[in-house]
């Protein structure tokens, strides 16, 4: 499983970026797609994530109502909208994988784009 992150940049507070995922390697039907983000000095954390069969979602309580997890069969893509931003936002963000049923260790990540929010 590949997976490759990218479309963060620079934002100011209350813009809008997406973030996308291209994810190749082998048929996701039964996978779980995530996006988590890394501020520094902080612990990673989890943002959002996507089942990719049905596209039932979750999120963190930091982001819902700001943050939309979504994927496009077609392209092996998942995307992250982001609105309403914040400068607490601020983070490399992750994309990651995980086998459905497998619990809640990712085993597949992406690289990482930094997001950077100013005030």
């Known amino acids: 499983v590949q997976l490759q992150a990218f479309g963060g940049g620079l934002a100011q507070a209350g813009g809008s970026l997406r973030l996308s995922c291209a994810a190749s390697?082998?048929?996701?039907?039964?996978?779980?797609m995530a996006w988590f983000r890394q501020a520094p000095g902080k612990e990673r954390e989890f943002i959002a994530h996507i089942r990719w069969s049905g596209g039932s979602t979750y999120y963190a309580d930091s982001v819902k109502g700001r943050f939309t997890i979504s994927r496009d069969n077609a392209k092996n893509m998942v995307y992250l909208e982001m609105n309403s931003l914040k400068p607490e936002d601020t983070a490399v963000y992750y994309c990651a994988a995980r086998l459905l049923g497998s619990g809640q260790k990712y085993d597949y990540w992406g690289q990482g784009t930094q997001v950077t929010v100013s005030a």
């Open positions: 390697g082998r048929t996701f039907t039964n996978y779980v």
